[in-house]
T-cell receptor, first 112, second 114 residues
Framework: QKEVEQDPGPLSVPEGAIVSLNCTYS??????FMWYRQYSRKGPELLMY????GNKEDGRFTAQVDKSSKYISLFIRDSQPSDSATYLC????????????FGTGTQLKVEL | EPEVTQTPSHQVTQMGQEVILRCVPI?????FYWYRQILGQKVEFLVS????????KSEIFDDQFSVERPDGSNFTLKIRSTKLEDSAMYFC????????????FGDGTRLSIL
């Protein structure tokens, strides 16, 4: 079983749709959960950062963490063509090293 | 907003040659990292560096790799004798003091080994 699993897509939605992106993981030691956005030939750009379980909202983006199910989600409201990118989930355990473990990324296309 | 900068953006090297990838982390950050992403695959951790020494490294980071902070601003990754399979995007990242600080990434160096 992979440590972090993420559907690679591609996911195509119309402009204005609500997008749901998800990751599952197997390592119960993970405590910090991140979502990065990656445009083609660019580095990962930090979007959302959460600790332990719960929700966090920032503008059109909401991150959810359910540690009991080992499941994290990113919701994008009122999606725009500029949201078209690859979305990477990443996570790390508390204490010790700061190594991030990434999912494979989900490719999102928001169409006009 | 402060950012991590990496040079060069693209490096082409003959197999067996040495290559040095350079990074300027965010100025008040204390933790530095290298990751790589082979085309079509996930981002993979290589090494973390704190207080002038390696704090963690992956199985990928073998004896052909080394890291250095030669001065107060630069952070480098050296690959001593490059192989075809070293072709990838290499990303530098940095984070601030404290457990759980988020890591911020540069735009990467695309390394092509011929």
């Amino acid at each position: 079983q992979k440590e972090v699993e993420q559907d690679p897509g591609p996911l195509s939605v119309p402009e204005g749709a609500i997008v749901s992106l998800n990751c599952t993981y197997s390592n119960s030691a993970f405590q910090y959960f991140m979502w990065y956005r990656q445009y083609s030939r660019k580095g990962p750009e930090l979007l959302m950062y959460t600790y332990s379980s719960g929700n966090k909202e920032d503008g059109r983006f909401t991150a959810q963490v359910d540690k009991s199910s080992k499941y994290i989600s990113l919701f994008i409201r009122d999606s725009q063509p500029s949201d078209s990118a690859t979305y990477l989930c990443a996570m790390k355990s508390a204490g010790g090293g700061n190594k991030l473990t990434f999912g494979t990324g989900t490719q999102l296309k928001v169409e006009l | 907003e402060p950012e991590v900068t990496q040079t060069p953006s693209h490096q082409v090297t003959q197999m067996g040659q040495e290559v040095i990838l350079r990074c300027v982390p965010i100025s008040n950050h204390l933790y530095f990292y290298w990751y790589r992403q082979i085309l079509g695959q996930k981002v993979e951790f290589l090494v973390s560096f704190y207080n002038n020494e390696i704090s963690e490294k992956s199985e990928i980071f073998d004896d052909q790799f080394s890291v250095e902070r030669p001065d107060g601003s630069n952070f480098t990754l050296k690959i001593r004798s490059t192989k075809l399979e070293d072709s990838a995007m290499y990303f530098c990242a940095s984070s601030g003091q404290g457990d759980g600080q988020p890591q911020h990434f540069g735009d990467g160096t695309r390394l092509s080994i011929l």
